[in-house]
């Protein structure tokens, strides 16, 4: 599988592909803060990430990002997320760069 969590809440991402980092009611608590880091040389990692309450439909998704490039060797820092995950799942889609490498508290 392209994305596997290495532990608890850090996430390798090593292709470009859509996948629930966080599933709905997990328990995994408050996350407050989110991390992306772009792993690759030359290409620019191009990102969403989303909170969801019912699964994959889209018209449920609630964007924190959406197509954002992030450019390699960098990093994307989000503090201020505040959601519970026993009532959203997170899920992200990768369509630029990758490996990246995702860090939730």
């Not at 997990?26 to 989110?34: A, D, K, P, Q, V």
């Not at 450019?71 to 959601?83: E, Q, R, S, W, Y």
Request: hydrophobic share 40%.
């Amino acid at each position: 599988m392209a994305v596997t969590e290495v532990t608890k809440n850090v996430f390798d991402v090593t292709s470009t592909q859509t996948a629930t980092l966080i599933p709905i009611e997990s328990n995994r608590g408050l996350i407050r803060s989110i991390s992306v880091s772009n792993q690759h040389a030359t290409d620019d990692a191009v990102l969403d990430l989303y909170l969801d309450d019912e699964g994959y439909l889209s018209a449920n998704h609630i964007y924190l990002i959406k197509g954002v490039k992030i450019p390699a060797g960098t990093t994307l820092v989000m503090d201020t997320v505040g959601f519970n995950n026993n009532n959203y799942s997170l899920a992200m889609t990768n369509s630029g760069g990758a490996p990246i490498s995702i860090m939730i508290r």
